[in-house]
Each structure stands twice: as structure tokens, then as C-alpha cells.
């Protein structure tokens, strides 16, 4: 049995130029079949005449270079052009003729520059031709010359608007490429900001705290530890991302959150923020977007409370429901900016955009008695 995709595949793997000859075979061939002889295109009034030795130049001129048809434009239109003069000059009216239009056609939505340049030409060409018959006392009117002049014009315009709507699907796919790649690279660094912030911000306030702890050895090295310790953990985030963008990973799930949430409020504690953390409510089994979202959530409000509210009293609340998971994490003022990397605004911007696409809701800014407040309230139905 014949294996279509594969014929297909050796069809579209063969040169233009190949694929475009058969066309000009079937028209030769055709053209020589006792019974279409002088049943071809009429133009310019000339009498029948029997097949000759040139009736056979005539009709290869106007079929075998419509091999060429999308490879050189120019080229084929030129033979075929000359081919269709001695056709019709000798009333030959050959099958063949109707390979003209053909050309016509695909010049015009093949050819790449000097398009108006290539009509001028061959309008002229045409105007010529048509001059000789009226000498050769042949009884064409003008109003036939010109008929058909808007048909070759029809045949052309039809070309044109082809290479038209090529171009413009080649410009949207363009376009769809570009703002893909846009939004992977955003992603990228969506995600890379959201791992890498987080642990070098608890790497350098845990580092500055060690600058003062020098006169009492077990609290530095404990503090060294957690250095340590943060810098491991964000290695580990940053190959499982790493293994998460590369296209040869598999579908995996994220860890669900009652897992990652509670080794982050230690990291951060760690890092010498006094955190508060409540969690409500039972997880949903299954993991998802939602789930990394407010992980992110968490993630992103104490890194922040540890870079401008070092040492405040902060407070985490995560409550799950079978809808939704609603995410608050608070800091009372009281604390201080940490000697830490000032930011660069993306973090919040990144999650109202990652809380918007999954249709809840995200809200930042001064609590009502001060301090800092974000909430989001994440739907659990875009879990994946």
C-alpha cells in the first residue's frame, strides 16, 4: 500500500522547478492530439492552418517554460509570450495558447520587484503584435484586441491579488511568531524573577545580619547556614525551571502549595522576618495554575517585606475553598528597609498579569493602618 504523507513529503521536497513541469507536459502533450488541433485560443484572425514544424516550436515555446513559471517569472512569460506570437501569427490556434494566461498569472504573483516596469513591457509587446496582424490582412477589429488585453489585465490582477494575500499571511504569521516569542521571553523572566529575587534577597539581609554577629559564633553560623542553605534551595528552583523550559520536558505538575509554602515562611523567618502564617481549608488535590499563582503571590509580598520592611511583624493567610484560594499577606510598618537590591517594579505588574488570566482578582497597597497589604483571590476552576 502507498504511503500518501510519504509521496506528499517527496513531492514538496522536489525543486519548483520540478514540481511546476508536469503542468507544461500535460499542455504539450495535449496540444498535439489530432482532435484539439486548431480548437485552441483565437486571436488576431488569421485562417487555420495544418500543424508544420513550427506549429511544434510554437506550442514547446508556450508549454515547457511554464517549468519556470514561479522560479523566473520574467523568463517564462517571455517564451511563452513569443510561443503565443507565432501561434497566432501562423493560425496554428493550438491547445497551447491557453498557457498564456497561466504566465500571465503567475508573473503576477511570483514576481518579486519591477513589476510595473515587466507590465509596461509586455504591454508594448502586446500593442506590437497586435499592429502586425492588420498587415497581414487578417480581419481582427480593435475592440477584439482590446477585449482581449482586459482579459490578459484580468488574468493579472487575479496574480496580483494572490502575492497580495500571500504576503499578508506571511506578514500575520510574521506577526503571530514575534508575539510569541514576546510572550515567551516575558514568561522567562516572569518566572526567572519570581525564583531568583525571592532567595538572593534572603541571601544578601541574611549575609548584612552576619556583618553583626561576628562577637557571637553560634548565631553567625547559623546565620552562614542559612546563607547556605538559601543558596542550595534557589540552585534547586532555578534547574527545575530550567528543566520546565526545556522543550524536550515532559508535562509535570508544580508541587502543590501546602508543600512549598511553609519551607518559604521558614526561609524567610530565617532570614530574621517574624512571619505569621495561617492556612485554611483543604488544598484540592488537583495542581495547577492556581496553585503556582499563589505560591507566587506568597512568594513575591515576602520578598518584598524582607527588602523594605526588614524585622515587621507580617502576616500570611491562605484560605482554600473548592472555587477559589484567596491569598493576604500583610506587614505592619514596622520594620525597615533591608540592605538589600531595590527593585524594579515588575514583580507586582507580573502577578496582577498572572492573577488577571486566570479571571480573579489583585489588589497592593498601603493598609489601612499602615504597612503594606496584598491580597488576590485566585479561581480554582483554571486549575490544569
Known sequence: MIDSRRVQDLWRGLDVTARDLPLGLLILLTSFVPAFH??????????????????????????????????????????????FALDQLRGYHSLAGTALAIAVLSTAAHLEGRRRAAVLAFSAAYVVLSALFPLLGAGETLLEFVTFYLALAFMWGIGAWLRSTRAMEAERRRRVAEDTRTAERTRIARELHDVVTHHVTAMVVQAEAARYLTAVPDRLDQSLTSVTDTGRRAITDLRHLLDLLNPDHGTQDTPPPAVRLLPLVEQTRRAGQPVEFTEEGTPAETRGSADLVAFRVVQEALTNALKYAHGSRTAVQVHHSRKEIEVEVSTDGSGSAAGSPGGSGRGLAGLRERVDVLGGDFSAGPGPHGGFVVRARIPAGSRS
Do not use: E, I, K
Open 38 to 83: 486548431n480548437f485552441g485560443t483565437q486571436f488576431g484572425g488569421m485562417p487555420d492552418r495544418p500543424f508544420d514544424l513550427l506549429a511544434v516550436v510554437a506550442v514547446a515555446l508556450q508549454s515547457l517554460p511554464l517549468a519556470l513559471r514561479r522560479r523566473l517569472p520574467v523568463v517564462c512569460l517571455t517564451f511563452v509570450s513569443l510561443g
